[in-house]
């Protein structure tokens, strides 16, 4: 099966990576999986140009008319602009199509000049972006670059924001803790 490739490349990805280990264990086993209603979003354009050696990235590439591409805000959140150039997919979890009620892991797209504004979640999350290099911001700290295959680890409630640059970003994330499909709650706009 096309999700079962993807979700070893995805899982292969987050490998010796320490601050993965504990949503790791929670991992589920790759077997039958929930028919899930494949749907597409705007962002979705920018798969094909982004660039990267991501074996995860090109299984997500191939797979993507397969998978239900989702958005968490409305306009009144961030605005229309914000929409055009964001969606996530979610591979395990309570939505995606392997069920796990313990952690989840998917796939979120920005598009290039994309600000996504402070916001938090109960959830504790790991992101790894895998293709395009964005500039990540956490508690207080300044914005700083972080390139492709470096984690980014947010603790419970801690607030972080993302501004992309020239190339549109592909980053996987894990949540685990809270309520693993809550929205984040918005801080900044
Ligand atoms: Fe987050």
């Known amino acids: 099966m096309a999700f079962e490739a993807l979700l070893r490349q995805v899982r292969a ?3 010796g990576i320490a601050a993965a280990r504990p949503f790791l264990a929670d991992w589920p086993e790759v077997g ?4 899930v209603q494949p749907s597409g979003l705007p962002v979705c354009r920018w798969l094909d140009g982004m660039e990267g050696a991501s074996p995860a990235l090109a ?3 191939a797979a993507a ?3 239900r591409w989702q958005q968490t805000y409305g306009a009144q959140d961030f605005g229309a602009d914000f929409l055009a150039g964001y969606g996530w997919s979610e591979f395990v979890g309570l939505r995606g199509p392997f069920a796990c009620d313990r952690m989840a892991c998917g796939v979120l797209l920005l598009a290039p000049g ?5 916001h938090a979640h109960e959830a504790e999350e790991v992101y790894l972006p895998i293709s395009g290099v964005a500039e990540w911001q956490q508690g207080d700290a ?3 670059p972080v390139p492709v295959g470096q984690p980014i680890h947010h603790a419970s409630w801690v607030p972080h924001a993302m501004r992309v640059g020239s190339e549109p970003l592909a980053a996987l994330y894990l949540w685990r803790g809270g309520d693993l499909a809550a929205k984040s709650v918005i801080l900044g706009r």
């Open 142 to 144: 300044d914005f700083a």
């Open 114 to 118: 994309v600000v996504y504004p402070a």
């Open 59 to 61: 299984a997500i590439r």
């Open 32 to 35: 039958p999986h929930r028919v």
């Open 65 to 67: 008319p397969t998978l």
């Open 13 to 15: 990805a987050f490998d």
